[in-house]
C-alpha cells in the first residue's frame, strides 16, 4: 500500500490517518503456525514543525510453536510504533528513520518490517520452559523423564571422586 503523503509534507500540524493489513506471507516465520486473527496496523502520519512521524501500533493474535519443547500456544501481539519518516538521510546511523519515495511511503513495506524486527525472535510456551529432553525427547514441562543425568567425559573422573566422597 503506496500512500502519498504530498498532503502533509508542506503543512505543519497535518495529519493522515491510516489502517492496513498486513501481508500475512511476508510476514511469516517458521515458529508462527497461524495467525488468528489478521495483523492490522493502525495509527497516525503527522507532521510536527516540519518532520513527518507515523505513531501507532500492529496488533494480532497467532498460534506459536514454542523454540524449546514444540508445544503450540496462543500469543497476543500488541506492538507499538513509533517512526520517523524523511526524503533523505541526515544521519544514516540513525535505524529509526524510513525513506519516502518523493512523496510517496510505502507503508505495506515499513509496517512489514516493524512487525519482522519487533517480534521476538524466540517464541516460548512460558518464561522458564525447561525444554525436551536431548536423549529421549521427553517434554520436560511435563515432569521428569527418568534418564540418567549424563556425564560429561572429560570430568568422569571428577563424579568418580565425589561418588567415593559420598560412600
Known sequence: MRVNLCEIIDIPGSSFPFFCELDTERIACPA?????????????????????????????????????????????LSLPLDV??????????????FLLDGDWLDLSDLLETCFILGTETKFLCR???????????KNLNEGPCGC???????LAVLQQLLDKKDE
Do not use: Q, W, Y
Not at 84 to 97: F, T, V
Open 148 to 154: 540418567g543425568k549424563e556425564i560429561d567425559p572429560r
Open 32 to 76: 508462527i503456525v497461524e495467525f488468528i486473527t489478521e495483523p492490522v496496523a493502525e495509527g497516525l502520519i503527522k507532521n510536527s514543525a516540519g518532520a513527518l512521524s507515523l505513531t501507532g501500533g500492529i496488533t494480532c493474535r497467532m498460534r506459536c510453536a514454542c523454540d524449546r519443547c514444540g508445544t503450540e500456544f496462543t500469543r497476543e
Open 84 to 97: 520517523g519518516l524523511a526524503a533523505k538521510l541526515e544521519d544514516e546511523d540513525n535505524p529509526d528513520i
Open 127 to 137: 518464561e522458564d520452559c525447561a525444554g525436551l529432553c536431548d536423549r529421549c525427547g
